[in-house]
Each structure stands twice: as structure tokens, then as C-alpha cells.
């Protein structure tokens, strides 16, 4: 009985919150993607997790929230797995001083619903992760980290 449960808790326990699904609330201040409380986890979102946002402001604006240099140190700002942004959502990425970059690292797959991004002063999106999907769209920095090459 005790191999089996430590067998089980060796097994199954590494994969708890693996692939957990992170979700915009905006309760907070409604705009800041660093600040816990404007998610549904009250915490800020990490590379394993994916991340659903959908419009919780609606109106002619919808939802916006901002990735901005100031929020974290050593330059990486927001993290995530898959990102999927839903109908009226636009997610701001950039430097409010201008000098800082302002990074969103994407580990999985972008999802624009509907949605948008919007990046300005020194901003880029990295992506990170095998077999990504990347939605058609016009990148001004686009950094793909790793990659497969065929003859």
C-alpha cells in the first residue's frame, strides 16, 4: 500500500496545475496585467499556464490591459502558455519611459479571437515553444527562440 502511494504521489502530483487556464477578471484596477488581483487566481499568470481573456468591460472600448516595462525587473513582463484573447480585448504592450524593452513571452499558442495588440515604444513577443500556431497578423518584433530546420 505505501509503494503504491508513493508511487501514485511521484507519478500524478508533478502534473497538478499543469495546463491550468488562467482568466481575465479586471476586478482590480482593470488594466494591469502584473497586478494578481485582475485575475481569477489573484496571482499573475506563469509560463506554464495558459491565459484566456475575454471582454468582462464591454462598451465601445472594451477590455484593455497593459504589459509595461515598469511592472517587472530583468526586462521579461508577462509569461504564458497559450493566449487567447476574445472580442473587444486589446492588450497594450510597451515602455512608458521609452528605454526599457517591455517583453511578452508566449510558451504555446496566440489566439486572436477577436482581439488585438497593440505595441508601442520598445516592445517585442517571444515565442518560445514547439509546434507553436501564430495568427496571421503584422508583427513589428517578431523573435521565434529555437525552431526546427529541414534540407
Keep these: 500500500m505505501g509503494k503504491r502511494l508513493l508511487l501514485?504521489?511521484?507519478?500524478?502530483?508533478?502534473?497538478?496545475?499543469?495546463?491550468?487556464?488562467?482568466?481575465w477578471t479586471g476586478a482590480d484596477d482593470g488594466w494591469d496585467w502584473s497586478n494578481p488581483l485582475n485575475w481569477n487566481e489573484s496571482r499573475v499568470p506563469s509560463i506554464s499556464e495558459n491565459v484566456e481573456i475575454s471582454d468582462v468591460v464591454g462598451g465601445k472600448f472594451g477590455t484593455q490591459i497593459f504589459i509595461e516595462d515598469s511592472q517587472t525587473a530583468g526586462g521579461e513582463n508577462a509569461f504564458c502558455k497559450d493566449l487567447i484573447l476574445?472580442?473587444?480585448?486589446?492588450?497594450?504592450?510597451?515602455?512608458?519611459?521609452?528605454?526599457?524593452m517591455t517583453t511578452l513571452t508566449i510558451e504555446g499558442n496566440f489566439n486572436l479571437n477577436g482581439g488585438e495588440v497593440v505595441s508601442y515604444n520598445p516592445s517585442k513577443i517571444v515565442f518560445s515553444g514547439d509546434n507553436q500556431y501564430l495568427p496571421s497578423i503584422t508583427y513589428r518584433d517578431l523573435f521565434l527562440v529555437g525552431g526546427y530546420e529541414s534540407n
Design 8 to 23: 501514485f504521489l511521484f507519478c500524478c502530483l508533478p502534473m497538478v496545475g499543469m495546463g491550468q487556464t488562467v482568466t
Design 86 to 100: 476574445g472580442e473587444n480585448v486589446t492588450l497594450y504592450i510597451g515602455s512608458k519611459d521609452q528605454t526599457n
